[in-house]
């Protein structure tokens, strides 16, 4: 059996703390016992796999950007499967397959599970979990799932409806899902027998390595790299989950709760103030999450939420945060039609991923007046040139704290061990080109 351990959201659900820099997978919110400080979900997540000693046999599928954050919170020594882009959670899972029958030699009789990390649940939630190769094999169904048995018709998990016949045992088999139903909705399917979808998939290798060959794909993880960049962004659930006819769920009845909302989230901190702030006394279920040196004071109101950080602040009624993502698009589009000078630019242009995992981006950056950019050595084990070329405008570089001025149309090349500032003396625009060299993680 092997572990695959989804990590490649950004999780704009709990913004301003989460955002693509850093997603929330990474936000250390959580006191465990035994542990000197908080902990992130991830973290949190990986924990109790070493504590059945299932991290041995997992991997983890993240974004690029988020390879020195897995790093920094896990150490190492742990194996990673690196999107070159984002492209949903079908595309993960069929790197990480790849991966698995690239690198690690499964056969495609073996069993592959595949979990979230922003789930929040009990060592109970692994003792089901290590059962699912046994349900998978025992049905002959091509898919096994863990179906959370509902608390309370809630609108932001899927659902799945047994079939008629198979209500009542441990296992199941599965009729339909329902996407995010409305609350009225979920409590009709509640009545029917309908189990809330985890996001946990369990089978074996060689169903999705099929699914590669009917898609005219390559099986060998090099190879789908190459071509990763042009597949179709869909998730797992729609592309394959809801297409399969042999599907088998096992009945879960402990907690479980998806951490993807300032609501669920606050519900498992155990601080209600985090960082510099008062919550008074005539305040009730009041949560305060702030990053900034600034303090946060929150007088007489009941059920808020407050989270600050540097990426702005959000102050919302608890169960009302659920318009975050259509607010936050409403920001961006007032922010784009809004724009003035003061304001520095960054937008991809191209990424590509080349031979042995060597990922190539170009961006296009604008700097303001006074504005600067950094780039910091990486680590020992992880290879990396950046190439700035000024298209226009002036720049004082400092590299490898040596200063000198950089005129329209200069380039410097920032090898593996230099450190750079880049400092606008005036408008600038940048092209950045910056190769990253991962296959040295793989020796």
Known sequence: MKLVLLSGGSGIRLWPLSNEQRPKQFIKLFNEPHQTEPVSMLQKVWSQLESRHLHRDAIIGAAVSQREHIREQLGRHVDLVLEPTK??????????????????????????????????????????????????????????????????????????????????????AVRRFYEKPSAS?????????????????????????????????????????????????????????????????????????????????????????????????????????????????????????????????????????????????QLRKTARESETDSVSQSRDIDQCVLEDGIVVTTRRICLKVGMEMKRLKPADEYKQTVTWTIVSGSSRIIKNDEPFTLPTGGTIILNHRDTAVLQAMETVYVIEIVKDDYSSQRE
């Open 87 to 172: 492209r949903d959670t079908f595309p993960a899972i069929l790197l990480s397959v790849a991966y698995l029958y690239t690198h690690r030699g499964i056969s495609h009789d073996e069993t592959v599970i595949v979990l979230p990390v922003d789930g929040q649940v009990e060592d109970s939630f692994y003792d089901a979990l290590i059962k699912l190769p046994e349900v998978l094999e025992s049905s002959g169904a091509n898919i096994a799932l863990m179906g959370v048995k509902p608390t309370m018709p809630s609108e932001k998990y899927g659902y799945m409806l047994p079939e008629a016949g198979s209500l009542g045992g441990q296992t199941v």
């Open 185 to 329: 909705d979920a409590a009709k399917y509640i009545e029917l027998g309908a189990l809330w979808n985890c996001g946990v998939f369990c089978f074996k290798a060689g169903f999705l390595l099929d699914i590669l060959k009917r898609m005219k794909l390559p099986d060998t993880y090099e190879e789908l790299l190459l071509a990763y960049s042009e597949l179709e962004s869909r998730s797992f659930d729609y592309a394959v989950v809801e297409r399969e006819q042999r599907i088998t769920a096992l009945v879960y009845e402990g907690p479980w709760k998806d951490l993807g909302t300032w609501s669920s989230l606050t519900e498992e901190i155990s601080e209600a103030l985090t960082g510099n702030g008062l919550i008074s006394n005539s305040c009730s279920r009041v949560h305060i999450i702030n990053e900034l040196d600034a303090p946060v004071v929150v007088l007489g109101l009941t059920d808020v939420i407050v989270a600050a950080s540097r990426e702005g602040i959000l102050i919302t009624h608890k169960g009302e945060d659920g318009q975050l993502k259509d607010a936050l698009s």
